[in-house]
């Protein structure tokens, strides 16, 4: 503006310069001033070029007449000149001529006077021309003419070009200037500039507000039917008024502009919610959910959303399957007056928006549904009661993750709110492709969690074996971010006894579920052997450090089997490193696989249990009065440490009625629980209810003690113990001696007969027959005889040696070796357990007199073979 209304009385050059630079620049022919001067200087040179030479030859022409004529005159002058004739005849002629011949000089002497004025005239053009020139080039501040034709096209473009009004006035008062934009706002006669302000026809308020000069920042003014944000600002530098600035500012278009980014802000923000709140969980249908909660009231006011079949199992649907959806979401309305109600199943009409968008895989708007045949083809009924609630705009999209469609989300608007518009269904698709990805994930995660939930249910207890020692209840939960390794057993051993097992192997998924299996069937293998608790989990370790030895190898790339090219050389040899398992040193023996186990072994006839734990929480009592005790267990290390600390026994007499309850760490410690604070909670969940079943504990413990999300697995076993009846069990002392077989023989069929056991008296006589004449002959003292009356008759011999009997089979002409073969035809069950002091023969009868199948070689054959042995 400054260029518009110049810079009167401001001399100062832009920067300090020399002289030499200023004259420089003065001569500079690319700048206005230098053009001026060089244009000024040439015409003032050719000015008097041409006076000079007009002059010269005027001169010469003038002087060459004047010449002629004073030739004649003067010759005839000089010969009649008074004194000429007298000089010429005297004797000195040039003393007489001389002061003539200086008065002749002088005359020609005028030219060189001429040419000086001629060349001062030339001096005083140029000086002007160099004043002239300066100042101009002060007004322009010295640009190039090609940067002045460029600066003033693209003033002249941008000003005429903003969407916003300019209007440039005098200090008077008078419009100098206007662009096309405030000529649109304010429909501005053609001829308006030069005129002033009040003359133009504006609104009064406006009118005086522009012609008053006073400054103005976004005042809102009426112009026609339009609401202008006017801004004033005077356009002379350092306060000297010479003009003002106005612009104009449409605020309706601008109100627009506001609405279209907000709306665009809240979308954005609406994806961000979106990725924040959907997801959360790994679980299809609350997935769904979060979806239709995030969307209604911010895009749609109602949001529907169903899922295909195969994705509620986990499965990925095939393409050209049944598109048969669930719904799983219903947000907006309450559910019940939907026209399908979440759980529902329906197959949408083909040619409906619903099966367009799901066969497409693009969204499909319905702007009014008031005119869409299409979409009343689904359901008439239907359709004109959610017209009637006020539903008049649709978007179908359909839900898909890396090309599957997974099931469909239906956006819709009432009456209420604008309808849908074009830009809107890439929106929806936007929005729902984030649900898409989380629903995919969790359909996923549905198809791992649910392959191993089953497998570790398929590992785990499907039915608790039948015995008499225990009342057994137990639970066990998987924990919600994936199935983990807890398990727990009830085993029968020989002799009315039970074992009650729980373990955890840490960590979640199929490699968990997997080697609890393993470990569950080793300790079904080793309670077998009628191992005690110290023993099975010595025993029980080395299989976890085989285990971790093996994951070792295979992370290490080292196979299973033998050693390498390198034959026991090398880095991966045992040797100084101490490594003899053939496991590289920096893999460590720490325990890959990270396993806890806790073994009870309950024996009803005595009441005494006989437990250990390797790493495992030790159990809880609950009396038969209702105290609750956690019984001082030593302190053994987890599975897999390679026995580097002895596990040892701690040995509980419980009365009758007593609880046992064994637990994995997921019940009483979890992130926001501490240990000491989940075993304080259990006792006062177990204290609360002294004459609660097993079953009812386990409910009240899990009620009490139970997390919303558990983060680990949960194994919970309650038994309560029973004694055996004193009169159902009987003993006798055996001496070493074959005399005392018949007198033990007999005592033992009469108390079967006080039992009503008759019917098995013959076998019975001819197992204990075999059994403690074997025990006389190859055992020592101290001898015993036990029969125990329970589900089964029990027969225990034991005698003071480890010898155990093996069974072969005997040839024709053997005398011995049919003995124990007659013993496990005869009986279900036969084994031998071994006692710090020896070793007990076992054998188990069915009540009911049944016995075995008979193998090839039945019992009566082998008494047949004793018949025809001859005597010796």
Not at 114 to 136: E, F, K, N, W
Not at 181 to 199: F, G, M, N, Q, S
């Amino acid at each position: 503006m400054k260029e518009i209304f110049g810079r009167e009385g401001d001399d100062s050059p832009a920067s300090p310069r020399s002289p030499g630079q200023r004259l420089r620049s003065l001569l500079n022919g690319h700048s206005v001033a230098g053009q001026v001067w060089v244009l000024q200087l040439a015409l003032a040179v050719l000015l008097v070029v041409a006076a000079v030479l007009a002059l010269v030859f005027q001169a010469q022409d003038a002087s060459t007449r004047e010449a002629r004529q004073l030739s004649v005159v003067g010759a005839e002058s000089f010969a009649h000149a008074p004194g000429i004739r007298a000089a010429m005849r005297s004797a000195d002629p040039g003393a007489l001529l001389q002061p003539q011949a200086e008065e002749a000089r002088k005359v020609v002497d005028q030219l060189p006077l001429l040419l000086g004025s001629a060349a001062g005239a030339l001096l005083l053009v140029t000086g002007g021309a160099a004043l002239v020139s300066r100042r101009l080039r002060r007004q322009t501040r010295g640009p190039h003419p090609a940067e002045m034709r460029r600066m003033y096209d693209h003033h002249d473009a941008v000003l005429h070009a903003v969407r916003e009004g300019v209007l440039i006035l005098s200090s008077d008062g008078r419009l100098l200037l206007a662009n096309d934009e405030a000529r649109r706002l304010l429909e501005l006669p053609a001829d308006a500039e030069r005129r002033p302000v009040t003359d133009l026809g504006l609104e009064p308020q406006l009118s005086a507000l522009l012609s008053s000069g006073q400054e103005a920042t976004d005042e809102v003014l009426l112009a026609g039917d339009r609401l202008l944000a006017v801004n004033v600002r005077p356009t002379a530098p350092r306060g000297r008024p010479a003009g003002t600035v106005a612009t104009l500012r449409d605020t309706s278009e601008l109100r627009v502009l506001a609405g279209r980014a907000g709306v665009a802000q809240e979308r954005l923000k609406l994806i961000y919610d979106a990725g924040l709140r959907i997801g959360t969980t790994l679980d299809v249908g609350r997935t769904a959910e979060e979806l239709a909660a995030v969307a209604v009231a911010r895009f749609a006011d109602v949001v529907t959303v169903e899922l295909l079949e195969p994705v509620l199992r986990g499965d990925e649907p095939a393409a050209g399957a049944s598109a048969e959806l669930r719904r799983m979401a219903v947000d907006g309305v309450p559910e019940e007056s939907a026209i399908y109600r979440v759980g529902e199943v329906l197959r949408y009409v083909p040619g409906t928006p619903m099966a367009t968008g799901l066969t497409s895989g693009r969204p499909v708007l319905v702007g009014d549904l008031r005119g869409s045949d299409a979409w009343r083809r689904q359901d008439p009924e239907g359709t004109q009661r959610v017209l009637d609630a006020g539903i008049r705009s649709l978007i179908a999209v359909p839900l898909q993750a890396r090309g599957v469609a997974l099931g469909l989300v239906n956006y819709w608007r009432s009456a209420a709110s604008d309808a849908f518009e074009e830009e809107d269904p890439a929106f929806a698709e936007e929005l729902t492709a984030r649900a898409a990805v989380a629903v995919d994930n969790a359909r996923r995660y549905t198809r791992e969690h649910t392959t191993a939930v089953t497998l570790q249910r398929s590992l785990l207890p499907q039915t608790l074996p039948e015995q008499s020692a225990l009342e057994v209840a137990h639970r066990y939960l998987p924990a919600h971010a994936g199935v983990g390794g807890d398990w727990f057993d009830v085993i029968p051993l020989p002799g009315a006894r039970v074992a009650l097992v729980v373990g955890d192997v840490v960590g979640h998924g199929l490699h968990a579920a997997a080697t609890m299996g393993r470990l569950r069937t080793a300790v079904h293998n080793f309670s077998a052997l009628d191992l005690p608790p110290d023993e099975l989990l010595n025993h029980l370790d080395e299989l976890v450090t085989h285990i971790d030895t093996d994951e070792a190898r295979a992370a290490a790339g080292l196979g299973t089997g033998g050693r390498g090219a390198d034959d026991g050389e090398g880095p991966w040899s045992g040797g100084a490193d101490g490594d003899t398992d053939g496991v590289p040193a920096h893999l460590g023996r720490t325990g890959i696989t990270g396993a806890t186990c806790l073994y009870a072994i309950y024996d009803p006839v005595t009441g005494r249990a006989t437990l250990a734990t390797a790493g495992h929480p030790g159990p809880a009592v609950i009396r038969p009065a209702g105290t609750v005790s956690f019984p001082e267990v030593p302190v053994s290390p987890p599975l897999g440490l390679g026995g580097s600390v002895p596990v040892e026994i701690t040995e509980l007499t419980l009365s009758e009625g007593s609880r046992l309850v064994l637990y994995t760490d997921g019940l009483v410690e979890n992130r926001d629980r501490d240990i000491a604070t989940g075993l304080e909670q259990l006792r006062t969940a177990l204290a609360a209810g002294a004459d609660r079943t097993p079953e009812e504990t386990c409910s009240a413990v899990l009620d009490a003690m139970l997390p919303d999300h558990p983060s680990d697995d949960i194994a919970l076993l309650v038994a309560r113990t029973q004694l055996l009846e004193p009169a159902r069990v009987a003993e006798w002392e055996v001496p070493s001696d074959p005399a005392a077989v018949a007198p033990v023989r007999a005592g033992c069929l009469r108390m079967l007969e006080s039992w009503g056991l008759a019917a098995i008296d013959f076998t019975t006589e001819l197992i204990l027959s075999e059994l403690i004449t074997n025990a006389i002959r190859y055992g020592a003292q101290p001898i015993r005889v036990r029969l125990l009356y329970d589900r089964a008759l029990i027969c225990e011999v034991s005698d003071g040696t480890s010898a155990s009997p093996h069974l072969r089979r005997a040839a024709t002409t053997d005398e011995g070796g049919r003995g124990l073969f007659l013993v496990a035809q005869f009986a279900h069950r036969w084994g031998t357990r071994y006692t710090p002091g020896g070793k007990v023969i076992w054998t188990e009868q069915s009540l009911d007199g049944s016995r075995p199948e008979p193998g090839p070689d039945s019992a009566e054959d082998v008494l047949d073979q004793w018949d025809d042995v001859p005597a010796l």
